[in-house]
């Protein structure tokens, strides 16, 4: 035991006090109880519990990606705190299934004493979003759904904070365009890269050309579709056109920063990129479980309500499609999946930057 430290008492290290009196059903209050309330209340409290654990990792990871200089503990810590969010977040979506075991008719019975609360104005959801890096833009609808609106003056100046702060979208972005190895003396990636991606779509050329099962039409048609793929490929090695797209508002991380992406993904089989491969990967299955977590989410409103619209005053499941399908935030990464090549047609690295790339014990 620690010295003058008194005997630690579960109920009360806990809190138990305060965290099991802190339901108070509307319907109670009104003196008709509906039973299922209290359900409903403590999937609801439970989820805010889980988003205070979420915000205190990713406080930690972007704490880390803040310095100059990610270390490799760090970066693998990192990613241990992401792979537990991911787990976290298995938590958030499978409550989901305990909370449909209220029927739609049970929720009527106290739905309406809710108004104008809403999950809407869940203030830690939105520091999550926020923090991750959502493009506000992006949002459906701002002006209809303006969440920050519903809030109070106070939660709005916490917000607004978070706001000015750099997100872990930013964070990444800046720590991938300080990668090394992208290009020395001895290897440039990107001329590397652009060469065998030419030398690909030559041979998927050729092949169009030579196949005798095809027809005319059906040759025009598969070079067509060649076409497309080749611009596909030059609006990622053209850095304007990329720069482009991004004030377009179709992509948004900056062209260095993806091409380190690109390469981390490409050799991640080389030791050095192991760490950051599982990185990226992490963000992009949290993107997807939060993705999921919404559609799972907008299904629940639709079987609840139905076509009704929310205590927060928006459409419903109309609304929280369109969330689902725009309020992504490492969906640049996901896309690099397009241009990925197999491995037996990567550059090949030199000698010596294969060793920098691998860990080698030295000697003492
Ligand atoms: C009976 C169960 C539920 C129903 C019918 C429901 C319905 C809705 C609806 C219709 C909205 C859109 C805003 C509005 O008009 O109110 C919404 C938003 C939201 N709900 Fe729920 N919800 C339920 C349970 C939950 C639970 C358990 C959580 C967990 C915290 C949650 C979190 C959220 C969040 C974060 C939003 C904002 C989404 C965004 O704007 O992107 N909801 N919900």
Known sequence: MFKNQQPTYYHDYLKLNALLNAQSPKSKEQGNEAHEEMLFIIVHQAYELWFKQILHDLKFIKNNFSQEQV?????????????????????????????????????????????????????????????????????????????????NDKDQANLKKVMTQDSLFKLVEKWLERTPFLNNDEFDFWTSYKLSIEKMLEKDKKIIEEN????????????????????????????????????????????????????????????????????????MTLDSNFTTWRHRHAQLAKRMLGTKIGTGGSSGHKYLKATADRNKIFEDFNNLSTFLIPKSALPMLPKELKKKLSFHFSGY
């Open 71 to 151: 270390l490799d503990e760090e970066l693998s810590e990192c990613t241990l705190k992401l792979e537990r969010i991911h787990k976290i977040q298995g938590l958030l979506l499978s409550q989901i299934d305990v909370l449909e075991t209220m029927t739609p008719m049970d929720f009527l019975e106290f739905r309406d004493l809710l108004i104008p609360a809403s999950g809407f104005q869940s203030v830690q959801f939105r520091e999550i979003e926020i923090g991750l890096g959502i493009n506000e833009g992006q949002r459906p609808d701002m002006k209809q759904y303006n969440f920050m609106g519903r809030l």
């Open 212 to 283: 005798e099962t095809l027809d005319s039409a059906q040759k025009e048609a598969q070079l067509a579709n060649l076409a497309i793929t080749g611009k596909t490929f030059e609006a990622l090695l053209n850095e304007e056109i990329h720069n482009k797209s991004i004030e377009e508002g179709k992509k948004r991380l900056s062209h260095k920063a993806t091409q380190a992406a690109l390469f981390i993904l490409l050799y991640r089989h080389e030791p050095i990129f192991n760490q950051p491969f599982r990185l990226l990967n992490g963000l």
